[in-house]
């Protein structure tokens, strides 16, 4: 599985997608919120949504993990 880390503090503003979801690289998969921006958050590869680790309006910092992708 690969992981999906935060890149910024924020919070969560949108999970777009479900565990079991497959997705492609580079698909958002979720939104951050920062400083009144929406920073899109992708896939890093091609998969399965392994887990979604937050929730929407949840308050994350830089490093936290957000979910997981099982990559064939």
Same mark, same amino acid.
């Given at each position: %599985?690969q992981?999906?880390?935060a890149?910024?503090s924020g919070? #969560?503003?949108?999970?777009?997608?479900s565990v079991?979801?497959s997705? =492609?690289?580079?698909q958002?998969? %979720?939104?951050?919120e920062?400083?009144?921006m929406?920073i899109? #958050?992708?896939a890093?590869?091609?998969?399965?949504?392994?887990?979604? =680790?937050?929730a929407e309006?949840?308050?994350?910092?830089?490093?936290?993990?957000?979910?997981?992708v099982?990559?064939p």
């Amino acid at each position: %599985m690969q992981e999906i880390r935060a890149e910024l503090s924020g919070s #969560v503003w949108k999970v777009l997608v479900s565990v079991g979801d497959s997705v =492609e690289r580079d698909q958002e998969i %979720m939104i951050l919120e920062s400083m009144k921006m929406e920073i899109p #958050v992708v896939a890093p590869a091609a998969g399965t949504i392994g887990s979604i =680790e937050v929730a929407e309006g949840v308050a994350v910092e830089t490093g936290d993990l957000l979910a997981k992708v099982a990559v064939p």
